[in-house]
Antibody
Framework: QVQLVQSGSELKKPGASVKVSCKAS????????MNWVRQAPGQGLEWMGW????????TYAQGFTGRFVFSLDTSVSTAYLQISSLKAEDTAVYYC???????????????WGQGTLVTVSS | DIQMTQSPSSLSASVGDRVTITCQAS??????LNWYQQKPGKAPKLLIY???NLETGVPSRFSGSGSGTDFTFTISSLQPEDIATYYC????????FGQGTRLEIK
């Protein structure tokens, strides 16, 4: 069965960096796009962007350029989200979510990781 | 850029009620719309894809309709376990979520 298991909660100081992992199992990792979604405390879902797991090419939504980097390690079927120069407003739960259908585009987040809480506080 | 307007932002209904949530796109998005359910403290779950297709394993009391700019999500008979926040999401261009609808039991 498809599983996405994310790394554990992180507490970071402003200005630091964090790297969240999303380990996939139960399917061919490079056949499905991977989305990243942010949810700030008490707020709605924000689509951050996606990474083509076949080519490694990332696409970032507006507001998620510059400090946010999507990457892959296909040898261990894992996607990563790195955030640099952390700010208090980056405090949120970050989800990885696999596209429902195989392919080189993104549309429907069919399977989700459990989420990783990143807290930024001095 | 496409804007999504989801309404209402919250609603209260009784068990057994028919519940309807709407989502309006700022331009024609064909049927490129999904609906998700998120229970407190949990990851979202896909319920409806391509505007009207029920995801495998999702109860048939959930349904979706619409195309173009206007879409509707319906729960035909509200159950206590349906308490959650519901989101629409378009993918005509890059994906974008609606603001969410918090559903409570009256």
């Amino acid at each position: 069965q498809v599983q996405l298991v994310q790394s554990g909660s992180e507490l970071k100081k402003p200005g630091a960096s964090v790297k969240v992992s999303c380990k996939a199992s139960g399917y061919t990792f490079t056949s499905y796009a991977m989305n990243w979604v942010r949810q700030a405390p008490g707020q709605g879902l924000e689509w951050m962007g996606w990474i083509n797991t076949n080519t490694g090419n990332p696409t970032y939504a507006q507001g998620f350029t510059g400090r946010f980097v999507f990457s892959l390690d296909t040898s261990v079927s894992t996607a990563y989200l790195q955030i640099s120069s952390l700010k208090a407003e980056d405090t949120a739960v970050y989800y990885c979510a696999r596209d429902r259908q195989p392919g080189d585009s993104v549309d429907t987040a069919g399977y989700w990781g459990q989420g990783t809480l990143v807290t930024v506080s001095s | 850029d496409i804007q999504m307007t989801q309404s209402p932002s919250s609603l209260s209904a009784s068990v057994g009620d028919r519940v309807t949530i709407t989502c309006q796109a700022s331009q024609d998005i064909s049927n490129y719309l999904n609906w998700y359910q998120q229970k407190p403290g949990k990851a979202p779950k896909l319920l409806i894809y391509d505007a009207s297709n029920l995801e495998t394993g999702v109860p048939s009391r959930f349904s979706g309709s619409g195309s173009g700019t206007d879409f509707t999500f319906t729960i035909s008979s509200l159950q206590p376990e349906d308490i959650a926040t519901y989101y629409c999401q378009q993918y005509d261009n890059l994906p974008l979520f609606g603001q969410g609808t918090r559903l409570e039991i009256k």
